[in-house]
């Protein structure tokens, strides 16, 4: 039973799912009694179809659109090409992979490869940043010094260019 105060309204009840009594309909904007707007957020626009949250927004008018995967940005119809501007890489002169920060010296390589033979063998090859075959060395006494001579042959043979594609190229 209903209290007396609280009575439903005459007639038949509503179809099922529609909204009773004072409640507004399914995806009306809620306010609850107390609860003003808050601050900095702008009222729902009528007649706005709300995004779910976390959807994806489109940019807005006028910004760089993103290109997508796997096809490059195009140009507008109609506009100019950009043009191309190509630098010369004075700290890489031979073009090809990025070189180290510290680069190796083929004098240096060479110096350490003569002095292991009278000191300890396989220094050039820490110094090439070849550890294991330094350690490799160090444990056989250089190859039992063929090694050193053949470490020796090939730094005093190449030339710098090709010191540098060996050893100072990034890998």
């Not at 096809?71 to 890489?89: C, F, H, K, S, W």
Request: with cysteine; net charge positive.
């Amino acid at each position: 039973m209903n209290p007396p105060g609280n009575r439903p309204p005459p007639g038949p009840p509503p179809p099922y799912g529609a909204p009773q009594g004072g409640q507004p309909p399914y995806g009306a904007p809620v306010m609850q009694p107390g609860y003003p707007q808050a601050p900095g957020y702008p009222a729902p626009q009528p007649n706005y179809p709300m995004q779910p949250y976390g959807a994806p927004q489109p940019p807005p008018y006028g910004a760089p659109q993103q290109p997508q995967y796997g096809y490059p940005p195009q140009q507008p119809y109609g506009a100019a090409p950009q043009p191309v501007i190509i630098v010369q890489n004075q700290v890489n002169p031979y073009g090809y992979a990025m070189a180290h920060p510290n680069p190796i010296k083929k004098d240096t390589a060479l110096l350490l490869a003569i002095i292991g033979f009278f000191t300890i063998p396989g220094l050039q090859r820490f110094y090439t940043r070849q550890a294991g075959m330094g350690v490799l060395y160090i444990l056989t006494w250089g190859l039992c010094y063929i090694g050193q001579i053949v470490d020796v042959i090939l730094l005093l043979s190449m030339s710098q260019q090709e010191f540098d594609m060996k050893y100072n190229v990034m890998r």
